[in-house]
């Protein structure tokens, strides 16, 4: 399977807990994006790297929130001092161009209790 | 202050007849639009797209025009079949931007057998 990868799936955690999301994107696309989607919500932009530079975030990501990319390959989301308002489907994407078909994975889900 | 919006948050269409999935935008910067759909438990998948200098991009069953001066676009699906019930995302990139996706809320499309 050639297709964006995400781990873990779900995640329950209690509030005030650190979590870490994994992603691993299609190999041969340098542009990668996290995502995050709650329930009746489109997904709503977080952070965007092209290779390993972290190139745009959303104030969306607060100062809780940390991702990297070093190699330019797969890239982690931590979320430290986890909140309930966090709870949500975490989404990581991949592409080529700048309008390019954005290939997403099949998420990671957050609980915060 | 949403960006892309989906007034209809669902939408219930006999199968072999016509879907017609709406969005509207208010940011006329935007240069590209996309119509994502989405399975539960799964991340959205590409449907098509179409760039703001055209008005109209047909792939098989799946047309989406687009109407600058409304600030809007249609995705006509026809003819619509079960296996399309899906939750469809209108979504738009900002010129200038890195690629990201500003999302509507979505619609959720029931074809009836």
């Known amino acids: 399977d050639t297709g964006v990868s995400q781990n873990p799936r779900h995640k329950i955690t209690k509030r005030g807990q650190n979590v870490t999301f994994r992603c691993d994107p299609i190999?041969?696309?340098?542009?990668l994006y996290w995502y995050r989607q709650t329930l009746g919500q489109g997904p709503e932009f977080l952070t965007y790297f092209q290779n390993e530079a972290q190139l745009e975030k959303s104030r969306l990501l607060s100062d809780r929130f940390s991702a990297e990319r070093p190699k330019g390959s797969f890239s982690t989301l931590e979320i430290q001092r986890t909140e309930q308002g966090d709870s949500a489907m975490y989404l990581c994407?991949?592409?080529?161009?700048?309008?390019?078909?954005?290939?997403f994975g099949e998420g990671s889900r957050l609980t915060v209790l | 202050d949403q960006q892309v919006k989906q007034n209809s948050p669902s939408l219930s269409v006999q199968e072999g007849r016509i879907s017609i999935l709406n969005c509207d935008y208010t940011n006329s910067m935007f240069d590209y639009f996309l119509w994502y759909k989405k399975y539960p438990a799964e991340g959205p998948t590409f449907l098509i797209s179409i760039s703001s200098i055209k008005d109209k991009n047909e792939d098989g069953r799946f047309t989406v025009f687009l109407n600058k001066s409304a600030k809007h676009l249609s995705l006509h699906i026809v003819p619509s079949q079960p296996g399309d019930s899906a939750v469809y995302f209108c979504a738009a990139i900002y010129g200038g931007s890195q690629g990201n996706l500003i999302f509507g809320k979505g619609t959720k499309l029931s074809v009836k057998p």
């Open positions: 994407a991949s592409n080529r161009e700048r309008t390019g078909e954005l290939f």
């Open positions: 190999s041969e696309h340098n542009r």
